[in-house]
């Protein structure tokens, strides 16, 4: 190649910035660095578990202006959108009207994640196989119909409620608390979207289906399966998700074709017909009843902790799918034949009241894909768990990257692979075993028991 070759080739490339810091976001990072059509990944802020394959940028959703400045300015020629509050504040909507490119739904079409009672009506009118379910502006009326349903019934809170929203109950009263938190302080007329839904509880596996899309065409990622409890044997409080595998050993490809064509393919076609075009990740929580696979909830953006393993499994270049999508093609994604399993490490308490700090050290070398979903470089943190403004210097040399803090939450997801499920969950658990820390705990279920 000669120089003008390479500088076309090099201006081919893309220059990829991710708008997130948590485990989702590190896993979208290492993706795209690994692609050989992307030359450069930045993160907007990231973290500093995320340096390693992007360079973090002080800069965050909240002051979109200078975020897109510096797309600007930096040549940024994809912009990716990992978490569901920037998109419900309309973040898509700005960067696009700056001229950027930006694979995320508008504000519009992130609202069949952020207004469930909307998803509903729309999943209703496109005959879109969902739980049957009622909708409600005040707790009287909620309180009143409460006492018409059958046990066990689901409670969702209508508007982000940061993954704690849903309480799935047999217990009335435990029903009624849940329907009075979510109508309580909330005006629906001002809000303009009911307080709460109250939905059938389905019964069967779980399986997370998500597809990269653009308007009415999409290309379907590999199934995943999430955690949700915090405990073994799928007891204690629902959480972000504890860990997750990828594929899924019930769910078959004839399973995945009818989910494909009995869901995904009349929501993204209701959604245009709603003028709400989407774009990016659309997340399917679908479930496998005794009647066929329905819809638990639609979010939309990438899973966490699905991209995890789900991106891992990835042999195509994400950026290749994302660019034919943009470019009006239907591009098709190749995937390893192996399965990946995630455990995620949490931080005690979670995820009622999580410790916010703690420390973390990594042992020996570990074989798999470690994820950092909230954790700091030890040496910038402060004694009280704070973070210091202290430059990191030296940050990326192999010795630093042994000592690190928890800072609540979820803090680490270990990725094992392996020809099945269970030689995937060994290789996660031995990295788990490599990991030492006097604050976190993990399930040691994962993957054991995919249905
Ligand atoms: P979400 O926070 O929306 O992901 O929901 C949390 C969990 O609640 C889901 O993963 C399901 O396990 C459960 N859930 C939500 N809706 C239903 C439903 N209609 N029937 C049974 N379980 C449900
Ligand atoms: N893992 C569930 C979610 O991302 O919402």
Redesign the pocket.
């Known amino acids: 190649m000669n120089h003008a070759e390479i500088c076309t080739e090099e201006a081919r490339r893309e220059r990829v910035l991710i708008v997130g810091s948590g485990g989702r976001e590190h896993a979208l990072a290492a993706a795209f660095a690994a692609d050989p059509d992307v030359a450069a990944v930045f993160a907007a802020p990231g973290s500093d578990g995320m340096a390693d394959v992007a360079e973090c940028l002080p800069l965050n959703w909240r002051e979109p202006a200078p975020l897109a400045d510096w797309a600007l300015a930096n040549a940024v020629t994809l912009i990716v959108i990992g978490p569901e509050e920037p998109l419900a504040n309309g973040l898509t909507d700005y960067l696009r009207e700056r001229g950027l490119t930006v694979f995320a739904p508008t504000r519009a079409a992130a609202r069949i994640e952020w207004d469930k009672n909307w998803a509903k009506e729309l999943m209703t009118r496109a005959g879109v196989p969902t739980?049957r379910y009622a909708a409600f502006d005040e707790a009287d009326a909620a309180l009143e119909y409460l006492a018409t349903v059958d046990l066990p019934i689901?409670i969702?809170v209508n508007r982000l409620f940061a993954?704690?929203?849903?309480t799935?109950t047999d217990d009335l009263a435990t029903a009624q608390n849940a329907v009075r938190a979510a109508c309580a302080g909330y005006d629906a007329t001002e809000a303009g979207m009911p307080a709460v839904v109250i939905?059938?509880?389905?019964?069967g596996p779980?399986f997370s289906l998500i597809s990269l899309v653009d308007g009415d065409r999409f290309c379907p990622l590999a199934v995943a399966q999430?955690y949700?409890r915090a405990y073994d044997g799928d007891r204690g409080p629902?959480t972000g998700g504890m860990g997750a595998c990828s594929p899924v050993p019930v769910i078959s490809e004839a399973h995945i074709a009818a989910a494909i064509e009995t869901i995904v393919r009349p929501t993204v076609r209701a959604l245009i017909e709603h003028n709400a075009t989407f774009t990016g990740f659309l997340y399917a929580?679908l479930?496998l009843t005794a009647e066929g696979i329905k819809v638990?909830?639609f979010n939309s953006r990438m899973g966490d902790p699905e991209a995890q393993v789900i991106l891992p499994r990835l042999e195509s270049g994400l950026s290749g799918l994302i660019r034919a999508l943009l470019d009006g093609s239907t591009p098709t994604a190749r995937w390893s034949s192996d399965y990946a399993v995630g455990v995620v490490l949490a931080s005690q308490g979670y995820p009622q009241g999580p410790l916010r700090t703690g420390t973390i050290t990594i042992a020996e070398p570990l074989e798999g894909r470690l994820y950092h979903m909230s954790t700091a470089r030890a040496a910038d943190l402060t004694s009280d768990g704070t973070k210091t403004n202290a430059p990191t210097n030296d940050s990326l040399a192999p010795a630093n990257n042994r000592h690190w803090r928890s800072t609540g939450g979820r803090s680490l997801i270990c990725v094992g692979r392996g020809p099945s499920l269970e030689t995937a969950r060994a290789a996660a658990y031995r990295d788990v075993g490599r990991i030492r820390s006097d604050v976190l705990f993990y399930r040691s279920d994962i993957g054991s028991h995919a249905e």
């Open positions: 739980a689901v969702k993954g704690k929203g849903v799935v939905e059938e509880c389905l019964e779980e999430d949700k629902n929580g479930m638990i909830e």
